[in-house]
């Protein structure tokens, strides 16, 4: 066993050198062209790599021949470029010529071809890199920028314009790592903007031919750009700096304002202005007293008080005594409540809303101005003050004189003295005034004070003049907030109705309260004047006619209305002028209930005239007569 | 007036091509032209005004059957040849401004068209694309020795004595 495995052994350490040494003594292996190239289109240079060494020293060799030539040739200088390679000068360089190169390798034992290779100098030119590459700073108003020039490699010939190059170049900051790259064509100089005040660059230039590589890249030049402030940051600054100066003083200035600014911004809430709201109570967070002192006791009035109500407006009469109708409570009532008109829209406001509201302080606010007041006929002319009051109109009126030109009646509001039960409105019951001998218009004869009264309700008027004789008092209608209410009382006719300009009035039956079926909407009507016959010579006022009220009127503003009497109904007729006829045209009330629609003036009296127009209806379907009604008391129907 | 030929110069259509097609022979190899530098500076400029108006006229027409695909040329087979004729007059007009009249051409530059034939055929089948690649091929070579030849013989002509380019 030993013997045999050093027997193998041995025969083994014999064969294996005798296998190298023949390994080594291999023809050689295949060389590789690696690459050629022209450094400027005139020469050019190709190297090779050498294949596996057969073990002995091995020779290469490079032939080549041009198209459409067979001849080959060796390559003419095998050291120049350096180690396997091979450098063709400027003899044997041609340009637009193909060469086929091979490169053989030998060596004792045999030799070995390359592959072949197709070269065309035009398109394996690639020159050196620029040289000359100096980076300068230069000024310029917006700022520092870097020069960059540099000169062609050494060796290619632009100059005769046999190579035509182009150039690159890349610029970075030191400490960046992107290069920014720029072409620069055919020039030797470029410049860089846009530099970041104190950075160092580095700057690298390379070129190409038309048709080639690339060169390398020149070593990188460095340059240090100097500290300096960009124009276009220094104007940010500038901008912001005043923007900030600007923003102070304004500030100052809000500060200085800042009260004002606010109420500019911030407009205060107003607060309620309930007439009789207490602000302090609610904020003591006692709601019932605050609603309670809303509330008038005497409001509205219940039936237990319409004795109180009456007395309150039972009006003494000189001649005839008789008694006041009980319902004239009702009147009262009426005319109270017309103020207190259960429907009243301006309920809660103070009744300038109110058709009963003759106070010219609210005149003219309320803009929904729904009753037309109506100026009574009963002015009396000489008696003192008959103040128009009228809505929205603030003035007052002079004195009536009984031949006066122009007396302003304010706007009698007659209370409804028909019907009995406030919540009826009805006016037009002539019951009432039928009941009353005298229809005794109570109204409430806005002195002098009365536009200066607020507080219309608590007015009691003074004892009408004496000039009046008979009167003695006129209340207001105690409906408080609601406005006034006037009654008026149509005196008795037969009284002695001096004090009234209204003979025909006196003369007639008791003038019931002209419960002209009260609409809301009233019309005053001016008395122009008091002629003769102490007849009160009403005039429409345009400006408070309603709508097709006016219409009616239009054609003269002279519309006359003139009382005929109190016919036995107890209403109050009036007449228009132009008829001059004893018709008295007067509604009846009772049509009126809930009618909305016009109501047309019934003709009662044969005589009267009724003139189309004149029924016209007002909107709150008062009854109308003549010019303009009397509207007894507005409590009207909620219409 | 060589600068206004500048621009005509194909160059930049030729550098698209990644693919160099060597021919061993093109028809334009039939026009004599100078090889080197040496040469090329040791001919007059009118001689390479000739050479140049041979080259380009011998490409006029056949660059119409050029088809060339890439994509910064489309539809473009006319606008060489257009292109190319522009460049002929020119070149005529530039040889027509030296020579004053006279054409002082040795026998070698004697304006000869090379013969077309059938060499820019089509063969059809599947040698059309090779065959398509080959004629490129020769035309890029061409149109850079015309390059060439103009840029040297206007650096010549300038006044200027550097003429960097």
Same mark, same amino acid.
Request: net charge negative; charged share 25%; glycine share 10%.
């Given at each position: 066993m030993m013997w045999r495995d050093v027997g193998v052994t041995l025969i083994l350490s014999l064969i294996l050198p005798v296998v190298a040494q023949g390994a080594r003594h291999t023809p050689p292996g295949k060389p590789k062209l690696t690459s050629c190239r022209s450094p400027d289109k005139e020469t050019f240079t190709c190297w090779w790599e050498a294949g596996s060494d057969g073990g002995r020293p091995t020779t290469y060799s490079l032939f080549y021949h041009k198209e459409n030539s067979e001849t080959v040739y060796e390559c003419? !200088?095998? #050291?120049t470029a350096g180690a396997n390679s091979c450098f063709f000068s400027k003899n044997e360089t041609s340009i637009w010529v193909n060469y086929n190169i091979t490169v053989v390798a030998t060596n004792a034992l045999g030799n070995n071809f390359s592959d072949p290779v197709d070269v065309d100098v035009v398109y394996i030119v690639q020159p050196h890199t620029p040289e000359n590459v100096t980076v300068g700073v230069l000024e310029d108003e917006d700022g520092p920028f870097l020069r960059v020039s540099w000169e062609p490699p050494s060796k290619a010939d632009t100059r005769s314009g046999w190579i035509t190059l182009i150039y690159e170049l890349r610029v970075k900051l030191e400490e960046a790592e992107e290069w920014e790259e720029h072409r620069a064509g055919q020039q030797k100089m470029f410049n860089i903007f846009s530099l970041h005040s104190g950075g160092v660059y580095m700057v690298q230039v390379r070129c190409k031919p038309d048709h080639g590589f690339w060169s390398e890249w020149s070593t990188a030049s460095y340059v240090i750009v100097p500290d300096y402030i960009p124009r276009e940051r220094s104007m940010w600054i500038l901008i912001a700096v005043f923007s900030a100066f600007i923003f102070l003083i304004l500030t100052w200035i809000i500060t200085l304002n800042r009260s004002s600014v606010k109420h500019c911004l911030l407009p205060p809430v107003p607060g309620p202005k309930i007439k009789g709201f207490d602000q302090q109570l609610l904020k003591k967070g006692k709601p019932e007293e605050v609603f309670n002192s809303l509330v008038v006791q005497s409001f509205p009035p219940r039936s237990t008080d319409y004795e109180d109500l009456l007395v309150e407006y039972l009006e003494v009469y000189v001649n005839e005594k008789q008694e006041l109708m009980p319902e004239g409570k009702d009147l009262q009532d009426v005319g109270c409540l017309k103020s207190?008109?259960? &429907? !009243?829209? !301006? &309920? %809660? +406001? %103070? &009744?300038? !809303? @109110? #058709?009963?509201?003759?106070m010219e302080k609210c005149g003219g606010v309320e803009s929904k101005d729904e009753s037309s007041y109506e100026e009574p006929e009963l002015l009396q002319g000489q008696a003192g003050s008959w103040e128009r009051l009228e809505r929205g109109d603030s003035q007052v009126v002079d004195t009536p004189d009984s031949s006066d030109g122009r007396v302003k009646t304010w706007p009698l509001v007659f209370s409804p003295s028909i019907h009995g039960s406030s919540d009826n409105h009805h006016y037009g019951t002539l019951e009432m005034p039928k009941q009353h001998s005298t229809s005794e218009i109570t109204y409430s004869v806005p002195d002098h004070l009365f536009p200066t009264s607020t507080s219309f309700p608590h007015h009691h008027h003074p004892e009408y003049r004496d000039s009046l004789g008979e009167y003695s008092e006129y209340r207001c209608s105690r409906s408080p907030s609601t406005g006034v209410a006037y009654h008026w009382e149509a005196r008795h006719p037969t009284q002695a109705h001096s004090n009234f300009n209204i003979r025909n009035l006196e003369r007639?039956?008791?003038?019931? %309260?002209?419960?002209?079926?009260? @609409? +809301? @909407?009233?019309?005053? $009507?001016? $008395?122009?004047k008091v002629n003769q016959e102490n007849q009160l010579v009403l005039k429409p006022l345009s400006s408070h006619g309603r709508g097709p009220f006016q219409v009616q009127f239009g054609r003269a503003g002279v519309d006359y209305s003139k009382v005929n009497g109190v016919n036995n109904d107890n209403v109050l007729l009036l007449q228009r002028q132009r008829e001059m006829a004893e018709a008295g045209q007067y509604c009846n009330y009772r049509e009126k209930e809930g009618a909305e629609a016009e109501r047309y003036p019934t003709q009662q009296q044969g005589k009267t005239t009724k003139d189309g127009p004149v029924a016209t209806q007002l909107q709150e379907s008062t009854c109308l007569t003549t010019s303009g009604y009397v509207d007894t008391a507005p409590t009207m129907p909620t219409f | 007036m060589f600068n206004d030929f500048d621009g005509t110069l194909l160059p930049d259509e030729r550098r698209q091509l990644n693919k160099i097609f060597l021919l061993d022979f093109c028809n334009s190899d039939s026009i004599v032209s100078p090889v080197d530098k040496h040469e090329t500076q040791k001919s007059s400029v009118l001689k390479l005004l000739h050479i140049s108006f041979r080259l380009i006229e011998s490409w006029e027409y056949p660059s119409q059957t050029l088809i060339i695909s890439n994509s910064l040329l489309v539809g473009n087979a006319n606008q060489i040849s257009e292109k190319l004729s522009d460049l002929k007059v020119g070149i005529n007009l530039l040889i027509m401004g030296s020579q004053d009249g006279l054409l002082s051409l040795d026998d070698n530059d004697s304006q000869q068209l090379p013969r077309y034939g059938n060499y820019y055929q089509n063969p059809g089948g599947d040698g059309n694309v090779r065959r398509n690649y080959e004629l490129l091929a020769c035309f890029k070579k061409d149109m850079h020795k015309v390059e060439t030849y103009l840029t040297v013989a206007k650096c010549r002509k300038s006044l200027e004595a550097n003429c960097t380019l």
């Open positions: 003419p !200088d095998y #050291h207190k008109s259960q &429907s !009243d829209n !301006d &309920s %809660g +406001r %103070g &009744s300038c !809303d @109110s #058709h009963t509201l003759l007639q039956k008791e003038a019931t %309260g002209l419960g002209l079926p009260p @609409s +809301r @909407s009233m019309e005053y $009507v001016e $008395v122009q | -």
